[in-house]
């Protein structure tokens, strides 16, 4: 049977577009007339640190909260009423607040959203092997095959793992429903949040031909800002050169570009392949010099990528350490540990040793520490070369269970302890803009 629609409340099947469902009442439908023939999609949690903020604290309900750094950091994601105030992914975050002034700024908590988005990568494998992750919060879907399997074709299938990520989460996520992965991601942008968007066969060159180049996923604005000088502003402008010139004119790329014009686009959804690192970074308030508080903010940076290897239950055994200077110049230093860790006692030893050399009286604006070689994680083993090491790795498991169980802030390292060290020889800057009951 071709079904041309469902209620988006209760899910019943419609065979017409209705005004209201005859069983609910409700105007929320879904139509499409190759909807029945439709299987590969793109699901994205709507502004999902955001919003599992808003979860756990329902007094951020109606709020503009922003997810990043401080004031010389960046925006990492906001919800939709920040968005109403123009603020928006990668924004520096004192353009965000010069924006929206009284957003609730959080610093984030990445473990909890690595579980969170974690549960909903498991429900996402509940109707379809064939999961193709892309970050935390989207990933491909390819249900072909798996009407038989749930008893309902993709699109249902889609709208029953709507709701139960909804219901069981507590969060909405969007979906893109298509004949390929280009165009079920280009759908999932078109009807957030909470929406549920269709690019059939029949409509797809119409509907890519208007649309801009900086519309195209992975065409960064300075890239679409080359396009545009040479006259293709829009898809169809693509579509007006040869595939040949394209690729002369722009490499593999540009190539690329020309069949995604004519909505082309070839590759298969492929199984979630083996992460490559773990890593977390800050931009600081004012440069830092000093050793003592790089280390500091080195540690912070520690602890969060140890949060997240422990709830993948992964250990790396390379350490990486990025310096970023007040000139904008990048410093990577690695080293290959003995035995693979997931402690951020063991991240901030390694990464103390490869900081000293580079502390030199350099300003630098950036830190960031990361695990690499991944694997599945192991038992805490000792180190011969440092005796006390099994204590603090025993030590480090306790506070992890104390901070689960009575909150991330119930017991710290007294190096994470606030207040945090004075910033000289490092100059202060002036405070944040942050109003009394905002989280800085």
């Known amino acids: 049977m071709t079904h041309s629609g469902y209620c988006r409340v209760c899910l019943t099947s419609l065979a017409k577009p209705v005004d209201a469902c005859p069983a609910c009442g409700s105007h929320r439908h879904l139509f499409h007339p190759e909807l029945g023939t439709l299987s590969i999609a793109h699901i994205d949690c709507d502004a999902f640190y955001a919003a599992v903020e808003k979860r756990d604290n329902p007094e951020l309900a109606d709020k503009p909260v922003i997810i990043g750094g401080r004031q010389r950091g960046v925006v990492s994601t906001c919800c939709y009423v920040a968005r109403m105030y123009g603020v928006h992914s990668a924004m520096p975050m004192f353009k965000a607040l010069k924006a929206c002034p009284d957003a609730v700024v959080i610093g984030g908590d990445h473990a909890k959203y690595a579980r969170e988005g974690g549960r909903i990568r498991e429900m996402m494998r509940d109707v379809t092997p064939l999961v193709e992750p892309l970050s935390i919060d989207e990933a491909f879907l390819d249900l072909t095959g798996t009407t038989r399997l749930h008893g309902a074709p993709p699109a249902l299938t889609l709208l029953r793992l709507q709701r139960r990520i909804q219901s069981e989460v507590g969060i909405t996520v969007s979906v893109g429903l298509s004949f390929n992965k280009f165009l079920a991601k280009t759908a999932s942008d078109l009807d957030k949040p909470d929406g549920f968007a269709v690019i059939g066969r029949a409509e797809a060159m119409d509907f890519l031909g208007p649309r801009p180049v900086r519309s195209i996923y992975g065409v960064g604005p300075a890239f679409a800002a080359k396009l545009e000088r040479d006259g293709l502003r829009t898809l169809n402008d693509i579509r007006r050169q040869s595939d040949r010139d394209m690729a002369k004119r722009y490499g593999d790329f540009g190539y690329r570009l020309a069949r995604l014009a004519r909505g082309e686009d070839h590759r298969r959804v492929e199984p979630e392949s083996e992460r490559k690192s773990v890593s977390s970074e800050t931009t600081f308030n004012a440069d830092h010099s000093a050793l003592k508080s790089l280390e500091d903010q080195l540690w912070r940076q ?109 017991v710290v390292k007294g190096r994470a302890l606030k207040p945090r060290p004075k910033q000289t020889p490092d100059r202060a800057p002036n405070p944040p803009r942050v109003k009394p009951g905002q989280t800085s």
């Open 302 to 410: 520690c602890v969060k990528v140890a949060d997240q290897m422990k709830a993948k239950g992964i250990s790396g055994s390379v350490v990486t350490l990025k310096l970023k200077t007040a000139d904008f110049r990048s410093r990577t230093r690695r080293r290959t540990l003995n035995e693979p860790s997931q402690l951020a006692d063991t991240l901030f030893k390694v990464g103390r040793e490869l900081l000293a050399p580079e502390v030199d009286g350099t300003r630098f604006r950036l830190i960031g520490i990361g695990f690499s070689s991944l694997q599945d994680a192991v038992g805490d083993s000792g180190d011969l070369l440092d005796p006390n090491a099994i204590r603090r790795a025993t030590a480090e498991r306790a506070m992890d269970k104390a901070r689960a169980k009575f909150g991330g802030d119930a």
